[in-house]
């Protein structure tokens, strides 16, 4: 096991640099310069030649790519992120600066995901064709179909707006956060909730169930303690995998939202061509990536016990 | 005395090309002490009559007839009183174990089920009782095993354990489906010594489902030979081997290794499309007018022996 995590971290190391090379690729080729956009937004005008140059030499922007690249390699190989260009600040403090608002966001959509999507699916599946079956399959069409952008305004229209229930945006009560997570909740339970549902139909179908209903149990017993558990298998692992997708997620809604999380920060700092930032923040995502899905692969062994990873070729 | 006595047995699915008439009309008694084989070709049925006594077939079944378990109907049992006769009363062995134990549940936890269902025994009394199990069918080290999870054990000790999970409540009768099916041939044979052994000094029935003769020859009293969805011979084992009636019985012995290997022409008949009259009657060199019409009922023959053929009328 300590083998296995060790060579997955190595191999984290490795996409995680590879990630940040390829968005600082990204940002070299891509068109506008960072200075002028800076320059603008801070001064409110159009900044000289002198101030562009004097900008550009400052941060390093005439080097050769090579060299810039090396340049980000070394800092980032010595735990330093940079500063933003914008702010200042290092980058790493403005991650974690913003890092709770987000975590808040993602923890409260993942639990309403879950909370929805694992009972509806089950229910689904075992009542299948049923009418709650019907229109729960309609409904998580329509959520895995609908854009989380569409979801989040209609939701800001008539929740906020028409009704007046919940702010439209911001952040600070409980209030505001319940429009932003089902908006990015319900994104995920509708692939979550079709993904149980199949999985559950396809447990009930194996042999070992008739095994379990031949020795007497109830169908309670029957479902729970033999059917449930292996019918989790497939869905942590998808749950394991949304991770990422839950902070690509969060940059649409904390946009739409005015959630002052890293999504938004992060869209800011690409507008403004904040070369630090977008680097930075891509290198951090990368990381929780890996270790959500290192942490579900270890999670996997407690689950089935067919998975060893100690085991030579035993996979 | 009679212990399950199943009368005009039938089990249709409905399935989208039509109705899978995979069980028509059967009738068979199990004497109580009684090893009863049953024989067939794959999938004419045999493993569908299995699960139909203990009620297991999925949802898009009928099931017909009557099942009489020690004098009372099984098809017409509320939900409660036949799981007090699964596991309990009767008890299934499945073919293939590793695809019918559960892949996330320990051996130990899936043997000692019934009896922590049916004797309320505490889990620890119940672990005990499981040691004691897998001892007597020779799966060596049980305190240790009973921890381990399927995969880790091998095909013939899979098969081990679930003979063991089958008897643990000591039933009244047991159904073995195919049990030494997809075996090595040494481990075969030690599963055969095995049930002889633990079957020996029981009273316990069996229905022994296979579609290997030799094997129901060395565990059975008496044998029904099944063609699609119908009992068309039973006999004792004897009678079977030195005095077949049905052709089809003849042609299933002409076609074992020992006797020629000589198989019987023809195929076995959808069970969608079933022909009419006699089965057997469109690979029969002995067919008649009467046989493409009508169908034969189970003719005595002699002391405890049956044949369904014109033949014998
Ligand atoms: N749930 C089901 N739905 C439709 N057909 C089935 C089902 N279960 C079994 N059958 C069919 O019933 C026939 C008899 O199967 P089975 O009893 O398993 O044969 P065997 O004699 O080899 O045990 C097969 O043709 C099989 O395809
Ligand atoms: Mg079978």
Redo the contacts with the bound molecule.
Sequence with gaps: MKKFIARRLAIAVIVMLGASLLSFLLLYLAPGNPAHAILTAQLGHDPSLEEVAFFMAKHDLNNPFLVQCSQWLYMITHVNLGMSFRTGEPVLVEFIDRFPATFELASASMLIAVLIAIPVGILSALKQNSMLDHISRLVSLLGVSMPNFWLGLLLILFFSLKLGWFPCFGYGTLSHLVLPAITLGTGLAAPLMRLMRASMLEVLRQDYIRTARSKGLSEQVVMWKHGFKNALIPVITHMGMQIGHLLAGAVIVETIFAWPGVGKFLVDAIYARDYPVIQGFVLIIALFFVLSNLAVDILYTYLDPRIRYDVENGK | MTLLSIQNLKAH?H?EDGA?R?VNGVDMDIEEGEKLGLI?E???????LGLAILRLL?E??TVEGRILYKGQDILTMSDHEIRKIRGKEIAMIFQNPLSSMNPVLTVGTQVAEPVELHQHLKKKDAMQRVIEMLKSVKIPLPQERVKEYPHEFSGGMRQRAMIAMGLICMPSLIIADEPTTGLDVTIQAQIIELMKEVLRDSGTSMLL?THDLTVAAELCDHIAVMYPGEIIEYASVRDLFKDPKHPYTRGFLDSLPDRGLKPIAGISPS?IDLPAGCKFHPRCSLATERCRKERPELIKVGIKHYVRCFLYD
């Excluded at chain 2, 794959?42 to 569908?48: A, L, P, R």
């Design positions: 699915f399935t899978v995979a067939g794959t999938g004419c049925g045999k493993t569908v999925s898009n079944t489902i069970l």
